[in-house]
C-alpha cells in the first residue's frame, strides 16, 4: 500500500511510529518501545503512548473524503489500563467516530502485542477539509 | 533544593525534561523542544506536550505528605490550545488538585517563553501512600 | 430479563431513564428528552447527555463478575456530536472496557432514534468487588 | 447586577441553577440539590454535576468581549472529587481560560457549601463570535 511509504514527520522518525495501514476512517500504528522511554517504575512513559494514540487518530482522519487539508488536535483524552514494558510492540488503531466540515472526533485503542488493553483514548481535531 | 538534582529517568532525559522547583503539591518542568519533535506541519508533537505536561503532573504528587511511593497514571486529559514552536522552551506548572488516599487529582498548565498558554491538563493518578 | 424491572434510583425516575436490557459488561438505556431539559439553544442540554452516559455506563459494568457492590465514577469524559432534539428518543449503549479489581473503565455511544451519533463518552469508575 | 435577573433557560429551572455573579471570563452558579437527583448510593447524580459544570463553563463565556452570539459544547471532562449530599448546596465557578475565535476553552470547579471539593470539569466551546 503506498500510504506505507510515504514520508514520515521528524517525530514519526523519532518515536519510532511504523504506519502499517489504513482503511476509510482508520489507520494503523505501530510501534518498538526503547530504554529511552521508561519512566520512573521502569514502564514505557505515558506521554510515549499518548503520542502513538495521537498519531494514529490523527492519521486516521487524513484518509477521509473530502480530503483534510490541515489539522490540529485541540483535545486528547486517555485512559490507561495496564502498563507497557519496554521492548514491547505495541499497535495502536485510530479510526474516525465522526467527521464534520470543521471539526472531526476520532478514537483510540492501544494494545500490546499479547493483545492485551494499554489504554483507550479519544481525541477531537480541528480540520480544514477540500472542497468536493 | 536537593530535588533539582535527583536522578532523571530515562524518559525524562531523553526528553529533555528538567525539574526547576517543587512546592506543596507543586512542580515545575521545562524542556527545550528539538527537531526530532516536529510533527508534520512544523510544530512540536502533541504527543510530547502531553508527556510533559504528565510529567510535571507526576512529579507534583511527589511531594505530598504522607509520601507517595507508587503512582500510575490512568486518566489524562489535555487541551490544546496554542501549537509550540520547534526549539521554543516550555514550563508546565503541575499542581495537586485533591489528595486521597488511593487517588490523587492532578491539574497542568504549559506555557510558551512569551507566556502564551500552549495547553491545559488534568490527570489521574493511583496511587500507595506511605504510613504517616 | 428481571433486570428490566429493578429497582431505579430517584435520579433514574425523574430523568426518565429506562433500562432496555444488559448483557455481559454491557447495558442499553433509552430516555425520552422534555421540554424541561432545554438548553438556550432549544436543544437538549449537555449535562442531561452526560447523565445519560454515566448511568449507562456505571448499570453496565453492575454485570460483571465477580459482582460490583460499591462503584463510584471519578472521571467522566463527554464528546458532544449532534444536537439532540426535544421529544427526541435517545438510546445510550455503554460496555466495560477493562475491569479490574479496583478500577473499572467504560465507554458509552449516544444515539438518536434516527441512529445519528449524538455523543461518546468514557467513564472510569472506582469499585469494590465482591469476593469470588 | 443585570445578568442576575436575565431569563433563564428551561433546563436551568428545571435542574434550580441560579446566576450568582459574573465577571469578565467567569460566571459563579448555585443549585440546591433535592431527592429528585439521588442516585443508587443516595449521593448526587453525577450527571448532574456535570450538568452545573457544563453551564457554569457555558455562561461564563456569555462574558467575552466581542460577545459569543453561538455556542455549543463539544468536549466536558470532569473529575469527581466528593460525593454530593443531597439537600447540599452547590456553587460551580467557570472561567475561561482561553478564548479563540472559533473555540473557547473554559474550566471549572464545584464546591459545597463546607469549600471542599466537589469536581472540577474542563470543556471545550464551539462558537460564533460578534463583529467587533
Excluded: Q
Excluded at 22 to 27: I, M
Excluded at 43 to 57: E, K, N, Q, R
Excluded at 69 to 90: Q, T, V, W, Y
Amino acid at each position: 500500500m503506498s500510504n506505507v511509504a510515504e514520508a514520515r514527520s521528524p517525530a514519526w522518525s523519532w518515536l519510532g511510529f511504523r504506519l502499517v495501514e489504513t482503511g476509510d476512517g482508520t489507520a494503523v500504528v505501530d510501534m518498538t518501545t526503547t530504554e529511552n522511554m521508561a519512566n520512573h517504575s521502569g514502564f514505557v512513559h505515558g506521554g510515549i503512548i499518548s503520542a502513538l494514540a495521537d498519531s494514529a487518530m490523527g492519521r486516521s482522519l487524513r484518509t477521509l473524503k473530502p480530503g483534510v487539508s490541515r489539522a490540529m488536535s485541540f483535545d486528547l483524552k486517555l485512559s490507561f489500563i495496564s502498563a507497557a514494558k519496554i521492548g514491547e510492540e505495541l499497535r495502536a488503531a485510530g479510526k474516525v467516530v465522526h467527521a464534520g466540515r470543521r471539526t472531526v472526533v476520532t478514537e483510540c485503542r492501544i494494545e500490546g502485542k499479547d493483545g492485551r488493553l494499554i489504554a483507550t483514548a479519544s481525541g477531537t481535531f480541528a480540520v480544514t477539509r477540500e472542497k468536493e
